[in-house]
């Protein structure tokens, strides 16, 4: 038997249902932070490469990306209280197959795991939003969320660069264990059981498609600079396979505009609201900014600043703590002005944060001097984060509001992902380049017969996928041995400048993409519409509470 949910409002507490959503949320935004800025550490440990530790990162953006809207829809079937439970569940589980990690095969198979849990538990908090949280509340519930997350960034490079620091690399993913613990056990006793009012269908040649697709697409991407651009497997190339993925991706879009009657896995309705479609735009590009400006910025820290893990943690600290100020400013703000006033301006200021980080950038500079773009990118993430989504989910009618869920994530993660690919491979690109350039530079202050090794390992460095870590000389690897020791100092000290200078070229012109798009971003906002009622005979509910086995509904 089941209640219409507002007759169970006093036998549920959102706030108590929200702390447990926020919590395993925070669990997946620590985990994501903290591998972050122990990049460095584990590409030395484990004597990973760049292109490796992109699939470190993507191989968990990847299986959250395409599995967000599945999982959504798995949700409405089974409960989002039960998919999200279990996915806590898998998550602890990857966590603890990660820190036992021994290669980077092992570690990218772990980080598939936690981004498999992350998928079964991310969905499935917008629906207990609009469920239980009255219209007129959910700007606060919006900035609870956004709070957690400034508070995960900042606890993430601050307790990660501790942990790395005086316990070493493996530990930032044991930390999940007991939180994973905690957030099953609230799940379980506060979370109630939500389920939908009618039985829904997977569409599981969807499924199959798109996660083909994005697989294809992003495995090009991402191996392309490794293979030159060229073949792969005998006479199959980078270009046919980022082809190849593009077609299937077609052929998705094709074959869900033939369901839209029958339970498509992208119900096609949502992208009606223009609205939720310019939110859903924008958050693919804030998917994108984030990682493709914090990736090249975390090795720059500590490989070219060369700060320790938690030196960089504290240094990056200030831009979450400035969000956390500025969230629930902005959550005030935005029940009494149009979300897009905040929108526009809050997208602009993290992106002129960020352009003067970049503008500041330097082989030497001082670690303080990031500062005011760090406190103004950080307040520009606090007014972007609570009306994005308020302002995507506004006009939408509440039986939308699941699978709006599912496709507002999905499509950040895929920018996510496709900044990992496409930042990876043009910072690797001009990485090539600019050690080139500098390593011709310095080779002129060696003796004649040290000079064309020294420029020869860079070259073979920059092509085969450069080491990033900590100490990095590049290809002045094989001229020590036999050398005087003055001669020793003197290319340790011109490969580290190398490096340095290298990188710092290659960072700069590569940052300015997500930065344009952020701005670009900033000036759709201006197409936002006001608000318009949703008719009554429009509004069905979302789901029902049950505490009873779907069996005997």
């Known amino acids: 038997m089941s209640f219409p949910i507002q007759q169970r409002a006093s036998r549920v507490n959102p706030w108590a249902v929200l702390s447990v959503l926020m919590l395993g949320s925070f669990m997946s935004l620590l985990d994501l932070t903290i591998v972050n800025i ?16 992109l699939w470190v990162l993507n191989a968990y953006s990847l299986l959250f990306a395409v599995l967000l809207i599945t999982s959504g829809r798995l949700g409405d079937i089974f409960g989002p209280r039960n998919l999200f439970a279990l996915g806590v569940a898998v998550f602890t589980l990857g966590s603890a197959g990660s820190g036992l990690a021994t290669s980077g095969t092992w570690l990218i198979a772990a980080r598939a795991v936690q981004g498999l849990g992350a998928a079964l538990m991310s969905p499935q908090a917008l629906p207990f939003i609009t469920s239980l949280f009255p219209a007129e509340r959910r700007g606060g519930a919006f900035a609870a969320l956004g709070m957690l997350s400034g508070l995960a960034v900042l606890a993430g490079p601050t307790l990660g660069g501790f942990i790395v620091t005086h316990f070493g690399w493996r530990w930032i993913f044991f930390l999940n ?35 083909a697709g994005l697989f294809g697409v992003v495995f090009g991407l991402i191996e392309g600079q490794r293979y030159n651009w060229g073949a792969v497997w005998g006479g199959v190339t980078i270009p046919e396979i980022i082809g190849a993925g593009l077609l299937v991706l077609l052929v998705f879009l094709l074959t869900q505009a033939r369901r839209q009657g029958r339970e498509p896995l992208v119900p096609f309705a949502v992208f009606r609201d ?25 090795i720059y820290y500590q490989s070219v600043l060369g700060l320790s893990a938690l030196a960089a943690g504290l240094t990056i600290a200030a831009q979450p703590l400035a969000m956390m100020v500025a969230s629930p400013i902005a959550a005030t703000l935005s029940d009494r002005v149009n979300g897009k006033y905040l929108l526009l301006p809050g997208l602009v200021l993290f992106a002129a944060g960020m352009g003067y980080i970049d503008w500041v950038a330097q082989a030497d500079a001082g ?24 302002l995507a989910t506004r006009d939408l009618r509440p039986d939308l509001a699941g699978v709006a869920s599912g496709l507002l994530s999905t499509i950040q993660e895929v920018g996510g992902v496709v900044a990992g690919a496409v930042i990876g491979a043009l910072l690797q690109n001009r990485l090539a380049s600019a050690l080139h350039t500098e390593a011709v530079r310095a080779a002129a202050q060696l ?28 290809g002045a690897l094989h001229l020590l041995s036999g050398l005087p020791a003055d001669l020793v100092a003197q290319i340790e000290r011109l490969a580290a400048s190398v490096f340095a200078h290298g990188f710092v070229d290659a960072m700069r012109p590569t940052l300015v993409v997500p930065i344009a798009l952020v701005l670009l971003a900033a000036v759709a906002t201006l197409a936002v519409r ?3 009622s949703v008719p009554s005979s429009q509004a069905e509910p979302v789901a029902t509470p049950s505490a009873e086995p779907q069996s005997v509904r």
């Open 530 to 532: 006001r608000g318009v």
């Open 367 to 390: 670690r303080w001097s990031f500062l005011p773009g760090l406190i103004a990118g950080g307040v520009g993430l606090g007014f972007t984060w609570v009306p994005v989504y308020s």
């Open 447 to 474: 003796p004649p017969p040290a000079r064309g090794p020294f420029v020869a390992g860079f070259d073979a460095a920059g092509s085969s996928g450069f080491d990033v870590g900590p100490g990095q000389n590049g």
């Open 38 to 53: 122990a990049i460095p550490s584990i590409l030395d440990d484990l004597h990973a490469s760049l292109d490796q530790i």
């Open 177 to 211: 264990l007991p939180l994973g613990a905690i957030t099953l056990a609230g799940a379980l006793l506060v979370i109630p059981d939500l389920r939908p009012g009618h039985r829904h269908r997977l569409d599981l040649g969807g499924v199959a498609l798109v996660t």
């Open 274 to 298: 223009r609205n939720f479609t310019l939110m859903a735009g924008v958050l693919a590009v804030m998917g994108f900014a984030m990682l493709g400006l914090f990736l090249p910025l975390t």
